[in-house]
Nanobody
Framework: QVQVVESGGGLVQAGGSLRLSCVAS??????????MGWFRQAPEKEREFVGS????????YYTDSVKGRFTISRDYAKNTVFLQMNSLEPEDTAVYSC????????????WGQGTQVTVSS
């Protein structure tokens, strides 16, 4: 069974940077993963797609609000995805979660617990 665990959140001042990590485990991960995505949810707001990376090709996709500031990358050998966040803004404050989209599914079906990112002004 695939599981993911995020880390790297914290408190940072506006304009600062953080790098989040998401490690996937499970013997079948590489056989079934299609994409890994990052999502965030701010207090009293709906969960928002941040970006994703296609596991096989490394192609990345981002929501408009983070383009040019956030970068997703992966370490194929270590089943790890990173979210490098630069030029952080208070509006980026949220719980960030990673998720896995598997073969045969159009949705992200495996989710981590999330990690808190707080950006102070």
């Amino acid at each position: 069974q695939v599981q993911v665990v995020e880390s790297g959140g914290g408190l940072v001042q506006a304009g600062g940077s953080l790098r989040l990590s998401c490690v996937a485990s499970g013997r079948t991960f590489k056989s079934y993963v299609v994409s890994m995505g990052w999502f965030r949810q701010a207090p009293e707001k709906e969960r928002e797609f941040v970006g994703s990376i296609r596991w096989s090709t490394g192609n990345t996709y981002y929501t408009d609000s983070v383009k040019g500031r956030f970068t997703i990358s992966r370490d194929y050998a270590k089943n790890t995805v990173f979210l490098q966040m630069n030029s952080l803004e208070p509006e980026d404050t949220a719980v960030y979660s990673c998720a896995v989209q598997t073969v045969g599914s159009t949705d992200y079906g495996v989710w981590g617990q999330g990690t808190q990112v707080t950006v102070s002004s």
